[in-house]
């Protein structure tokens, strides 16, 4: 999963890196960014809720107790019926696309911009339709989760976002403006990604599917019940985003593409060592606890956390000490100028600040998830979602401008991780506090010196050699990135981490299946 979802990330920039070439950081380009904000609005509430919070530990629990046949007549259910709901949610959406259109880009019109509203309404009924498939293909994907298949389900995002590259590259030049060839090359990316691999990979598997509106099964039951609290709380890390497109609309143009770029770029952490140990422990955590085993889940959940805490807090540094040249690595060429990489590094360097409680969020998610204890989090989701739109007001009235978005998502985000490692110990029966305190201090500690390392060899370099082309940009970058990296290793050696020490088993076994 960390292999697959690190190839994501990297296509993902490179996604973003073809945009910003192409189109550089333009009205157009804002309303390619604000058009996702109703389809992911559905997404996040609804589809994504389904399968996170509900879905995997019902069929986990029968599929783990030798109840195979139960496991498929909840697939067959949840998936026929939620097929239904969402098909009337992507319908009433095409209808109202410029009303809503209107609401979620308000600020566009407050600042002058409303030639851009059609642009956006159009977009966003090209995207609406990828829902239907990313709701279904993360139930398929369940299920391949469950029977420990992680490989179709790594393709999904990386066809996704290969889709988005052939609309810019290839459909851009059929459509005016071209920007339009990305949102039909996403909905490609969708269909193929998440709907086609992994009926393929589930055809091969063996699987069960029956149209069925059946409610009445304890299953079927139980799984809407454990998602009706995700539908009714605004409570995912997607709807930051979200808010932040509608808070950024308000600013000039620009801007939200500026916001999307830096937004990106503090994802690709969160997706390789969060999102992907969520995933990959998900089944084992689901599994614990259904068996009643919860000597292993509370070693399971504290042991992820430290090791998410050991990956994370780096790449904050990082990637906060490396902004300028990141940024100017993967975006800065064709119509995307250094101004526009300013822009991004300072925003950047604001949402670097919470990647280490982001990255946290899907492990602890998958805690409340597994146990199939799904209103607390959402609670402190709400709250802290209310948090954040707090800060963004106070914060803005400041000299920080549009930079309180990603600091206002940053502080927001650590708020959260603090509150689900506090709601999660009862339910965990207890939680390693202590050492998950320890691998953060050593991590902050290690961290300083390799930031320390980054920063010292980007002023040396810059002193020798002055400035320099794209691609001796990104080859210092790449390469005194690796060197502080290894600097983070050697000092969590030196202060004995246990982390480093499953890091070093990791890489003995890889070395001898090399050989």
Known sequence: MVLSLFLSRILGLVRESVMSGMFGASGY??????????????????????????????FSEYWHTDRKEDA????????????????????????FAPQLSDMIAAGKLKTGQEDLL??????????????????IGGILFGTLYVRQIFAAPGLGPNIYNLGIIGGAVIISHFVSPGIIGMAWGALIGAVLGNLVIPLLAM?????????????????????????????LGLSLPG?????????????????????????????????????????AVFPALSQ?????????????????????????????????????????????????????????????GWFAIGIPAWCMHPVLMRGFFAAQKTVTPIILGTLTTGVFIGLVFVLKATALGYAALPLAS??????????????VKPIAGGLDYEGIAVT????????????????????????????????????FTAFFGLIAAWAFYYATKLLKMPEAAVLDRAMKKLDRKGR
């Open 118 to 135: 059609p642009y956006i309404t159009h977009m966003s009924r090209i995207l609406l339709p990828a829902q239907l498939a990313f709701f």
């Open 203 to 231: 055809r091969k598997l063996g699987s069960s599917y029956r149209f069925s509106l059946d409610t009445r099964h304890d299953g079927v039951r139980k799984v809407f019940k454990l998602m009706l609290p995700v539908i």
């Open 410 to 423: 940053s502080l927001a985000a650590i708020v959260l991780a603090i509150g689900m490692l506090i709601a």
């Open 288 to 348: 614990f606890f259904a068996q009643g085993q919860m000597d292993l889940f509370r070693h399971q959940l504290a042991a992820s956390l430290r090791t998410t805490i050991y990956l994370s807090v780096p790449s904050a540094a990082l990637l906060y000490v490396m902004a300028v040249p990141v940024v100017s690595s993967f975006f800065e060429h064709g119509k995307f100028h250094s101004g526009d990489t300013a822009q991004v590094a300072m925003l950047l």
């Open 440 to 475: 953060f201090a050593k991590a902050c500690l290690a961290a300083l010196v390799a930031g320390a390392v980054a920063f010292g060899l980007l002023q040396a370099a810059a002193a020798i050699f002055g400035p320099v082309g794209k691609g001796w940009t990104l080859a």
């Open 239 to 279: 709807v930051f985003a979200i808010l932040m497109r509608f808070f950024g609309a308000y600013y000039e143009e620009g801007v939200n593409t500026w916001l999307n770029y830096a937004n990106q770029l503090m994802q690709a952490p969160l997706g390789i060592f969060g999102q992907s140990l969520a995933i």
């Open 72 to 95: 498929w007549k909840v697939f067959s259910s949840v998936v026929t019926i939620m097929a239904l709901v969402i098909t009337g949610f992507v319908i009433a959406a095409e209808i």
């Open 29 to 58: 380009t804002d309303a390619y960014v604000l058009s996702f904000s109703v389809p992911d609005l559905l997404f996040f509430l609804i589809a994504g809720g389904a399968l996170s919070s509900a879905f995997i530990p019902v």
